[in-house]
């Protein structure tokens, strides 16, 4: 598998600026998840590094060689992209077969076969594989999309949301499946998800997007404990981090404009006041809602609580993150 490396790229639509200045080093086998809300850059990356767009900007490389000028197809990348793309008026199989039968691949028919039917067990299609693509539900046509990336053994896998048209079972499945076919044979991912749940499980580094600049890089856990800015704080972490004025809490240290609290960051039974304005039960844990000086927080606590609506809990911060006034890091 491979290195892949971004080097100052930078690319704009019109006035619109997709990247700014991206830095990026995708160890050989990781599997990089790519955070960002909408428009921040994350398909235009996939797009440079497959070789479908081209940069205004910068270099890239993979496995150190410069990928300026090559196809896709010379790029030996593997993408899966948001939408499904097959081969409509073929069958499941032949969609499946079709990036092993590459006249440069000249790959033997039984090990296409057995390819094929390992890949179509892993993504649940075997069952489908006599009927055309158009015959298929989206998120079975999205499979085997997967299934056409899966097949091929590239430099690198490059997936743009591939899961999210999936239902929540399936979801779970894959999202083992991948992650094992990764581990096992090494591949280098380059991966797209809004699903925080994906991205906290199967990345090895996530990369924080913000308007085309790429603004923390690190493991998922570094990203979650040591977040650089309210921002890349805010793309981890299920419920979210709250995030308040810093004076509202005593203790806040110079230059602190606000506090960000993960759930797990406030302390219960010590402190001040808190209303506690809902419950929700979720089996292995409860989410409360609490009211504090008129701020909403939201936390979580022991699954059998016997907390209420209308409750008064004692809260405090334990171990929080200050931010300046500009949202970056200060303590
Ligand atoms: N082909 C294009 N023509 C014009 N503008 C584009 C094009 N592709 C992307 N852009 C712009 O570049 C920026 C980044 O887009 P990109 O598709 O990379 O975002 P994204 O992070 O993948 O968002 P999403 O989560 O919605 O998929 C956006 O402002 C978008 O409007
Ligand atoms: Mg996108």
Redesign the pocket.
């Known amino acids: 598998m491979a290195e892949v490396t971004l080097a100052g790229i930078a690319?704009n639509?019109?006035s619109?600026?997709?990247?700014d200045d991206v830095t990026m080093t995708i160890p050989d086998g990781s599997f990089v998840v790519?955070l960002?809300?909408?428009?921040?850059?994350?398909?235009?990356?996939l797009?440079m590094v497959s070789g479908l767009?081209k940069p205004d900007r910068g270099q890239i490389c993979i496995d150190g060689r410069d990928m300026a000028g090559l196809t896709p197809a010379q790029r030996n990348v593997a993408m899966v992209f948001?939408q499904y793309s097959l081969y409509p008026h073929i069958t499941v199989r032949q969609n499946l077969e079709f990036p092993l039968k590459s006249p440069i691949l000249k790959t033997p028919k039984d090990v296409i076969d057995q390819k094929v039917g390992e890949i179509a067990e892993i993504l649940q299609i075997s069952h489908k594989l006599d009927n055309k693509a158009t015959e298929l539900s989206g998120g079975e046509m999205q499979r085997v999309s997967i299934g056409r990336a899966l097949v091929r053994r590239p430099s690198v896998y490059l997936m743009?949301?591939p899961l999210s048209s999936l239902d929540a079972k399936l979801r779970a499945d894959l999202r083992v499946e991948l992650k094992s076919i990764q581990a096992d044979s090494g591949a280098t991912l380059l991966y797209?998800t809004?699903d925080q749940i994906e991205a906290m499980t199967m990345a090895t580094h996530v990369g924080v997007?913000d308007k085309?600049r790429l603004v923390q890089f690190g493991s998922p856990r570094e990203i979650y404990e040591d977040p650089v800015s309210i921002y890349a704080a805010s793309r981890l972490g299920l419920p979210r981090i709250n995030v308040l004025p810093a004076d509202v809490f005593v203790g806040a240290p110079e230059g602190a404009n606000q506090i960000g609290l993960r759930p797990e960051q406030i302390m219960q039974g010590e402190g001040e006041d808190s209303f506690v304005q809902r419950v929700e039960h979720l089996g292995d844990q409860t989410r409360l809602h609490l009211n504090f000086k008129s701020h909403d927080i939201i936390t979580v606590t022991d699954a059998h609580t016997e907390l209420r609506t209308g409750d008064i809990v004692k809260i405090r911060p334990n171990k929080p993150f200050y931010f300046g006034a500009d949202g970056a890091r200060v303590a």
């Not at 619109?16 to 990247?19: E, I």
């Not at 960002?36 to 990356?45: D, F, I, M, S, W």
């Open positions: 690319k639509f019109g619109d600026v997709a990247l790519l960002g809300p909408t428009g921040a850059g994350k398909t235009t990356t797009r767009d948001q743009d949301e797209v809004h997007l085309g």
